[in-house]
């Protein structure tokens, strides 16, 4: 059950019954962002993410999308779960920006080029870490599962 | 976030204000209120693995309504959101039409690591 007073249900969505249009904005970035990565590299990206910010509780929002195993590997250090080395690049982008976005600058984007990403893939990418780190704020926040 | 984003945000306040709250909030002159809702931003930003409904009961204590609550978590959850999209990607405003004061808070630091620093 969220932590906010009148509300029912205890789902992402339900917390924002309070206020529908900041759901309904909400959720077309959601769908935006998993558009733009396929499913394996948004799970990796949440489980980081929710290692980072103290929140691996929120790693159930992505269950089914890697096998477990993999998946408890990646949020305990995902250095050592045996990752493609594109994707140890894009987990690299995924930690400054979620640690240390001010540290970010050309050359992180340089990086992700030489692995192999394109302009897009780095928008997507980009996009996708400042959204989750949004959404997993405001779960935290209010004792609510990400979607 | 960047710090051209974060002074568009100055609206009619007084520049030196804005200033001392991009640089450390603390010493600033805000209200019980906006002390609460800095705080809960603040733990919100850093820790967001530690909050806990604890959190929410001291914004309630100083007067702020469900809803407002619900607004309090978006907007700063929104700004972790757009400073990303700003610095991953070296999108910034430009810094004509911003006073002195607030541009003087910036040049070595951004509001990010101002903050950091404040709760040292």
């Not at chain 2, 010493?27 to 209120?33: G, V």
Request: proline share 4%; aromatic share 6%.
């Amino acid at each position: 059950m969220s932590w906010l007073k009148g509300v029912s249900g205890d789902g992402y969505a339900d917390a924002f019954s309070l206020s529908p249009g900041a759901e309904e904005a909400d959720a077309a970035m959601r769908e935006q962002v998993r558009l733009g990565l396929g499913e394996r590299d948004y799970a990796l990206m949440s489980l980081v993410i929710a290692g980072l910010l103290g929140c691996p509780r929120f790693m159930d929002s992505v269950r089914g999308l890697l096998p477990a195993v993999e998946a408890v590997k990646v949020i305990e250090d995902w250095r050592e779960a045996g990752l493609s080395s594109k994707e140890q690049a894009a987990m690299v982008y995924v930690e400054k920006g979620t640690l240390r976005p001010h540290e970010a600058g050309p050359s992180d984007v340089e990086v992700l080029r030489a692995a192999g990403f394109n302009d897009t893939d780095i928008l997507s990418l980009a996009t996708a870490i400042a959204y989750q780190n949004h959404a997993m704020r405001v779960a935290a926040a209010l004792g609510v599962e990400p979607l | 976030m960047s710090h051209g984003e974060f002074l568009r945000l100055q609206g009619d306040s007084d520049a030196s204000e804005v200033a001392k709250v991009a640089n450390n909030w603390r010493t600033a002159e805000l209200d019980a209120k906006e002390r609460a809702m800095l705080e809960f931003s603040e733990r919100l930003t850093f820790t967001p693995g530690l909050m806990s409904p604890d959190d929410l009961d001291g914004l309630r204590a100083v007067g702020f309504d469900e809803a407002q609550i619900l607004a309090i978590v978006a907007a700063a959850a929104y700004r972790n959101f757009v400073s990303r999209i700003a610095e991953l990607l070296g999108v910034d405003l430009p810094d004509e039409g911003y006073s002195k004061e607030l541009l003087e808070v910036f040049p070595s630091k951004t509001a990010t690591s101002a903050v950091e620093e404040a709760i040292q």
